[in-house]
């Protein structure tokens, strides 16, 4: 099967609208179960999967998401470019609420996670470049998806991921951002390791749910306010995704 393009939804992103001719492949991996069917199906002439990162139903949690499997999944039907689309909380002064972001750095703070396909017994042991952890050319047509698309996309940012599923301190956030961190978010890694040692085309779109904690003016992170955040950028990726595969 080939497959020009796959997406991996996150929180708010359980389905991808536009898609056609919808098929459900159910993908034996190695690694086990992905977290859901893949949904294949063409948007224009472009052949698309999509996976629910959390699963449809939003049961899995960040840290127990099956990055492996997933990510072979998309590999084994074909898919050679992958873009992750990940909720986050905004660090940076202009990384507010409902901004759509393209990080290009990325600081690991998850732990116990399943890293890599090299943990299998047997398997070779391989040291991937990661001095650039998203693919530039990906990152370059994305920008260029959203000009066209009139969608504003904030072009860089480093991703903090943190290993979840609780938000983080205000001291925590404090310490990302001296560490040079403007957003945070809980999914971004392993998964984008995990694609470069596939080989695989991979960028994130960062969709702003919150002011990360101490941010913002608000004593809380208030979560009905976080779903309609992420309701509104959610609903610029398709357009977005849309200008990217007319290109
Ligand atoms: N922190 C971590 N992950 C997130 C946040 C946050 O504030 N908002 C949405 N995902």
Redesign the pocket.
Known sequence: MSIDLALIG??GLYRFPGLSGVERRAVDTPYGFTSDSLVVGSLGDCRVAFLARHGESHTIP?HRVNYRANLWALHHVGARRVIGI?????IRADMGPRVLALPDQIIDYTHERLTSYCDVAGAEVRHIDFSEPYTAKLRRDLLLAAQRAGVPLVDGGCYGA?Q?PR??TRAE?ARMRRDGCDL????GMPEAALARELELEYACIA???????GCGDEAE?SLPE?FAN?EFATARVPPLITALIEA
């Open positions: 996150g929180t960040p990940n909720a986050v909380g905004g943190t979840g938000l983080e956030i945070v978010g809980m999914t969709l702003v749910a919150n002011w990360a904690a992170i976080i992420l």
